[in-house]
């Protein structure tokens, strides 16, 4: 089983990106989808989770209206769209599959991908 986050990179503030997640050997379909970041010095912060079924979203307070997050089952792969990008979203970002009781907990997911650089600055 492999997830792979992809799509960062460098953006000035009030910028956009889009983050794919990809899964290789795991249905992704059938799993929710979190996003998470780290950035330098800071714990793991959930920012977004997606449900399997029905699509339901979660965002982290920090990042509501601002992200967006979807899944295309028939591609395998689910999306992070970032707008308004601010300094402070500053991190690695990386997607985690799994069955969540509280979708902001990594430990909570089974699968991690490998992480993607998002580098908000002027």
């Known amino acids: 089983v492999q997830l792979q986050a992809s799509g960062g990179g460098s953006v000035q503030p009030g910028g956009s990106l889009r983050l794919s997640c990809a899964g290789s050997g795991i249905t992704l379909a059938y799993y929710a989808i979190g996003w998470f970041r780290q950035a330098p010095g800071k714990g793991r912060e959930g920012v977004s989770m997606i449900h399997t079924s029905d699509g339901v979203a979660m965002y982290a307070h920090s990042v509501k209206g601002r992200f967006t997050v979807s899944r295309d089952n028939a591609k395998n792969m689910v999306y992070l769209q970032m707008n308004s990008l601010k300094p402070e979203d500053t991190a690695v970002y990386y997607c985690?599959?799994?069955?969540?009781?509280?979708?902001?907990?990594?430990?909570?997911?089974?699968?991690r991908g490998q992480g993607t650089q998002v580098t908000v600055s002027s």
């Open positions: 985690a599959a799994g069955h969540p009781t509280t979708w902001a907990i990594p430990e909570e997911y089974d699968y």
